[in-house]
């Protein structure tokens, strides 16, 4: 099995994430009980929303304690990187224009709205072994974008 680069802060996100799946799990199987009557020939709406329900909580813990399991946990944030990798954070010049920046992470912690991208998103997988002033084109939805890398850190 492949290791995950996680950041100690994604980790620690993923194990709360984890621990609060696990306390809801235990909570509907709780309902379900409650809900469920043995004598019934047939099952009401609720209890099958519940098992539904219950059954996506599981896929998460799965997905969830599988990457923990396989993960090697990048610690030092302010280590120096010569080329882009998980962990890293990269300052680009985009099509020449603004500068912006982004911390590239493995896709459990990526988060948009916050500038963590995954190293398996397009920009991510293309910044990914790239060093300070080297140039990429990544196809948006609105064209090609030429992308500038101005610093690793």
Do not use: C, W
């Not at 194990?15 to 809900?35: A, N, S, T, W, Y």
């Not at 799965?62 to 396989?70: A, G, P, R, S, Y």
């Amino acid at each position: 099995m492949n290791k995950t680069l996680l950041t100690q802060e994604g980790a620690i996100k993923l194990q709360v994430e984890l621990k609060d799946l696990k306390e809801k799990r235990d909570h509907l199987i709780g309902q379900i009980e409650e809900v469920a009557q043995p004598d019934e020939s047939g099952e009401d709406g609720l209890a099958t929303q519940l098992k539904e329900e219950l059954e996506v909580i599981y896929d998460k813990i799965d997905k969830i304690e599988e990457t923990l399991e396989v993960a090697e946990i990048i610690t030092d944030k302010k280590q120096s990187f010569k080329t882009v990798q998980v962990g890293a954070s990269v300052k680009i010049k985009i099509s020449g224009n603004s500068v912006k920046e982004f911390h590239i992470v493995n896709q459990m912690e990526s988060d948009p709205t916050i500038n963590k991208i995954s190293d398996t998103s397009p920009l991510g997988s293309a910044l990914l072994g790239k060093k300070v002033d080297d140039e990429i084109e990544v196809l948006a939805p609105v064209g090609k974008i030429t992308y500038k890398i101005v610093s690793i850190g």
